[in-house]
């Protein structure tokens, strides 16, 4: 994979953030390596459709691995423009900007056709308590608030204002702004054939906001209109940001706006009329929280009326060097704040953009390839495991019914399930797993992997540079794009200077060598735990493979019965000497608890279209193919290939057994697996363990915050103090900051809910959250937590 060039020492020049500087001779000895060296016209293919779902729009791909290039958004030169000279050299980035094609965006007549729905009509009268044959111009003062949300539109030129003071303000904040070309074509001919196209990607920072407009301004393709996740406080910046596409809902409602009763009306008419403009739409999708998907419902619940044709949905894949930090409340002080420190901010690396294959949202919906028929909630699914009423667990997947907000979502929790409810789901999950799929990992993302799960106890610079070179190759491997390129020496020292607040970077008088430790700080493990987050998701069957693994193995061990655990040293963080597994572990316990644990992840993680089984066979067989797990050949009176051995094996079947077949002379014997041996394989495992340690330690603390915590409680307050509890928790043991996060706590809460652990109810006051009295029990509570710590590595 990589290209060996020359011996020679490299130079690896210190990182002067706001610490002693170190010498500029210190030199780590390694050879002169590309990363990496396939990247040329040979990437991976990423962004295409689900084959299982959309198979045709699949096949509208430009062709078999074509590669067209990528784009940097922030290098403009005169030959953008039609221009030449040394004039156009010095505001070429003003020629380009006013030769970009804006696409018209009308507004005449809106506030009526949006009126003229009767689902409006209907919140109107509930609203004014009148009956429903009323005046509607009586009705209008009620929409008074809801005015500059229905009237939003796109102003020509002062997009084209704000799309050159963003292009100069991102050369401030970032080196690059890569845009992959792959897709763009088919981009252009879908927006030609009629389907309004609808942009979905992960919301990470309010910049994620400005960038897919950006792009798309740049590359005359139609500026959608984007739903703006955060609160504005500011007026101006609202009557600005709503003249260039922006949706804001009203400015005195809160941020949960979108369960408000007349809202949700009004927001459904509202995208109904965009669609029918053929407005592009840009929507941002949050993990935890599931912000975003009641737009998604909207757009799926007019195709199914018949309002709208059909929309291509695009995810989208935004990677950065360094995601931006944002204030959840944008003000006018805030935002003058922030462009004063563009002037001395050092450049926070380069960012990633993927724009995947479009597909029809109403093939997705309507062919019935898309299925949701085996979903249930968690509980039915672990809580006879838990309590041991069965041995198996039940076959199903886990309903995620709060990825889609609802003012009722409490109380439907103890009602049937809705079908086109779990469908939306669906669409939701699928959005959240391609626009992960196709985002590139970037250099800081694979340093602070290995930080954070091989080495952080600390590593020397030499053999970072050699896990960066591996994992590369395993990413790649996995048909997995990365975001950088250039010598082995230039990605590992461009990534430690932008994670060097986070690092302790040092070196001994009497070495050569740099080495690297992670700050056991919250911030910092926080900050690593973010840009980690990509290579779990693409190492997630590995991951819950090595947690399956290694919770057989220490079942094996504290039982001591029939097996035999051999090794020079184990301490738990380092192996030395040869380690001998002589331990076999059954394929029917392995899947058996890989489909448990699958049920546990997290929203995004799990592909949406295969089904839990078949995610957890993929998860056993990873580890075969990656080395860990080898299968234990079973002696034989015969060789498996010689079938004529058999008794009666060759004999004709009857012409009414049309379902007999002669293969199945015998049942499938079980398959059983074992270690392997080389001692590198134990290291790989512990290290693809840590990678859902996180996860799982949130949930194991959360339930024992549960004894502590008097219930019942609002919302806020309960996640405030699960919270408090995590981060005291980790303060304590001074390590294992990132299960004490914002997004682990609630993602373990939730997890709960679904377990059946925790009671939602909903009254005047809001949610109340509290602990049902199965679990008010200590014992069960204990059950509870030795099920989930089974799979966590110490």
């Known amino acids: 994979m990589m290209q060996e060039k020359s011996d020679k020492d490299m130079i690896l020049p210190a990182f002067q953030q706001?610490?002693?500087?170190?010498?500029?001779?210190?030199?780590?000895?390694?050879?002169?390596?590309?990363?990496?060296?396939?990247?040329?016209?040979?990437?991976?293919?990423?962004?295409?459709?689900?084959?299982?779902?959309?198979?045709?729009?699949?096949?509208?791909?430009?062709?078999?691995?074509?590669?067209?290039?990528?784009?940097?958004?922030?290098?403009?030169?005169?030959?953008?423009?039609?221009?030449?000279?040394?004039?156009?050299?010095?505001?070429?980035?003003?020629?380009?900007?006013?030769?970009?094609?804006?696409?018209?965006?009308?507004?005449?007549?809106?506030?009526?056709?949006?009126?003229?729905?009767?689902?409006?009509?209907e919140a109107l009268s509930a609203e004014q308590k009148a009956p429903e044959g009323s005046e509607s111009r009586g009705q209008l003062s009620h929409l008074s608030s809801f005015l500059p949300l229905i009237n939003t539109s796109i102003s020509t030129g002062l997009l084209r204002f704000l799309s050159w003071l963003l292009l100069k303000m991102f050369s401030s904040m970032f080196g690059s702004i890569q845009v992959n070309l792959n897709?763009?074509?088919?981009?252009?001919?879908?927006?030609?054939?009629?389907?309004?196209?609808?942009?979905?990607?992960?919301?990470?920072?309010?910049?994620?906001?400005?960038?897919?407009?950006?792009?798309?301004?740049?590359?005359?393709?139609?500026?959608?209109?984007?739903?703006?996740?955060?609160?504005?406080?500011?007026?101006?910046?609202r009557s600005i940001l709503q003249k260039v596409g922006v949706l804001l809902p009203p400015a005195l409602m809160k941020q949960d706006a979108e369960t408000d009763r007349l809202l949700v009306p009004l927001t459904t008419s509202l995208v109904r009329e965009l669609l029918h403009e053929g407005q592009a739409i840009s929507v941002s999708l949050t993990a935890e929280s599931g912000r975003g998907g009641q737009w998604l419902a909207c757009i799926r619940q007019l195709i199914k009326e018949g309002s709208v044709p059909d929309v291509s949905l695009v995810p989208v894949g935004i990677s950065y060097d360094c995601v931006p930090k944002t204030n959840t409340q944008v003000g006018l002080s805030s935002m003058l704040r922030w462009l004063c420190s563009l002037l001395w901010r050092r450049l926070e690396g380069n960012?990633?953009?993927?724009?995947?294959?479009?597909?029809?949202?109403?093939?997705?919906?309507?062919?019935?390839?898309?299925?949701?028929?085996?979903?249930?909630?968690?509980?039915?699914?672990?809580?006879?495991?838990?309590?041991?009423?069965?041995?198996?667990?039940?076959?199903?997947?886990?309903?995620?019914?709060?990825?889609l907000p609802s003012p009722h979502y409490a109380s439907e929790l103890k009602e049937p399930a809705d079908p086109e409810r779990d469908l939306s789901t669906a669409v939701i999950l699928h959005l959240l797993f391609s626009a992960a799929s196709c985002s590139a990992v970037m250099s800081t993302s694979l340093v602070s992997s290995l930080l954070?799960?091989?080495?952080?106890?600390?590593?020397?610079?030499?053999?970072?540079?050699?896990?960066?070179?591996?994992?590369?190759?395993?990413?790649?491997?996995?048909?997995?794009?990365?975001?950088?390129?250039?010598?082995?020496?230039?990605?590992?020292?461009?990534?430690?200077?932008?994670?060097?607040p986070h690092l302790i970077i040092a070196a001994a008088p009497s070495q050569k060598d740099l080495f690297i430790v992670p700050c056991p700080s919250l911030a910092a493990t926080l900050h690593l735990t973010l840009h980690a987050q990509m290579v779990t998701h693409t190492f997630i069957l590995?991951?819950?493979?090595a947690c399956v693994v290694s919770a057989m193995l220490c079942g094996v061990v504290c039982s001591g019965i029939g097996n035999r655990v051999t090794s020079d040293s184990v301490d738990g963080e380092r192996v030395s000497g040869d380690i001998e597994f002589d331990v076999l572990l059954s394929e029917s316990?392995?899947?058996?608890?890989?489909?448990?644990?699958?049920?546990?992840?997290?929203?995004?993680?799990?592909?949406?279209?295969?089904?839990?089984?078949?995610?957890?066979?993929?998860?056993?067989?990873?580890?075969?193919?990656?080395?860990?797990?080898?299968?234990?050949?079973?002696?034989?009176?015969?060789?498996?290939?010689?079938?004529?051995?058999?008794?009666?094996?060759?004999?004709?079947?009857?012409?009414?057994?049309?379902?007999?077949?002669?293969?199945?002379?015998?049942?499938?014997?079980?398959?059983?697996?074992?270690?392997?041996?080389?001692?590198?394989?134990?290291?790989?495992?512990?290290?693809?363990?840590?990678?859902?340690?996180?996860?799982?330690?949130?949930?194991?603390?959360?339930?024992?915050?549960?004894?502590?915590?008097?219930?019942?409680?609002?919302?806020?307050?309960?996640?405030?103090?699960?919270?408090?509890?995590l981060r005291d928790t980790a303060n304590n043991k001074k390590q294992n900051y990132e299960s004490c996060s914002q997004e682990a706590a609630h993602t373990a809460v939730r997890s709960l809910i679904d377990l059946g652990v925790i009671s939602e109810q909903r009254q005047k006051g809001g949610v109340f959250l509290g602990v049902v009295p199965l679990f008010q029990l200590s014992e069960n509570r204990q059950k509870l937590h030795g099920f989930i710590s089974q799979y966590l590595y110490n």
């Open 18 to 121: 706001n610490r002693p500087a170190l010498s500029w001779e210190m030199k780590m000895k390694k050879r002169l390596m590309t990363v990496p060296a396939c990247l040329g016209k040979f990437r991976p293919t990423v962004g295409q459709c689900c084959h299982q779902c959309t198979p045709d729009s699949l096949r509208k791909k430009i062709g078999p691995n074509t590669f067209i290039g990528f784009h940097n958004l922030l290098s403009v030169k005169e030959t953008h423009t039609r221009y030449r000279g040394w004039l156009v050299r010095r505001v070429c980035c003003v020629l380009f900007v006013s030769g970009c094609k804006v696409y018209a965006s009308p507004v005449s007549n809106r506030l009526e056709r949006v009126c003229q729905s009767n689902s409006v009509k």
């Open 183 to 237: 897709h763009l074509p088919a981009l252009h001919r879908a927006s030609q054939e009629g389907s309004p196209l609808v942009y979905v990607y992960v919301h990470q920072s309010v910049v994620d906001c400005a960038l897919i407009p950006l792009v798309l301004f740049c590359h005359s393709l139609r500026v959608p209109y984007t739903v703006f996740p955060l609160h504005i406080k500011s007026s101006f910046i």
């Open 351 to 403: 960012v990633r953009i993927d724009l995947a294959q479009p597909f029809s949202l109403k093939e997705m919906c309507e062919s019935g390839r898309c299925r949701v028929d085996e979903w249930l909630p968690l509980q039915d699914l672990l809580l006879p495991v838990i309590f041991n009423h069965r041995t198996d667990s039940v076959v199903g997947r886990r309903r995620m019914s709060w990825l």
């Open 452 to 500: 954070l799960y091989r080495h952080h106890k600390g590593v020397s610079a030499s053999a970072l540079c050699r896990d960066v070179a591996w994992l590369t190759e395993e990413l790649l491997f996995r048909n997995k794009d990365v975001g950088f390129g250039g010598s082995l020496e230039e990605v590992v020292r461009s990534a430690l200077s932008l994670l060097a």
């Open 542 to 545: 590995e991951a819950v493979g």
């Open 589 to 725: 316990e392995l899947t058996e608890r890989a489909l448990q644990l699958s049920h546990l992840l997290p929203p995004g993680f799990l592909p949406p279209c295969q089904s839990s089984q078949s995610f957890a066979l993929d998860a056993i067989d990873s580890l075969v193919r990656c080395g860990i797990l080898i299968m234990e050949e079973i002696p034989r009176d015969f060789p498996i290939c010689d079938f004529l051995k058999r008794d009666n094996y060759l004999s004709w079947a009857t012409s009414d057994e049309m379902y007999h077949s002669d293969c199945n002379v015998e049942e499938q014997e079980l398959r059983s697996y074992k270690i392997s041996h080389p001692s590198q394989y134990p290291e790989m495992l512990f290290f693809l363990c840590r990678m859902l340690a996180g996860h799982l330690r949130a949930l194991c603390w959360t339930t024992a915050a549960l004894e502590l915590i008097h219930t019942p409680l609002p919302e806020s307050e309960f996640m405030a103090q699960i919270q408090s509890y």
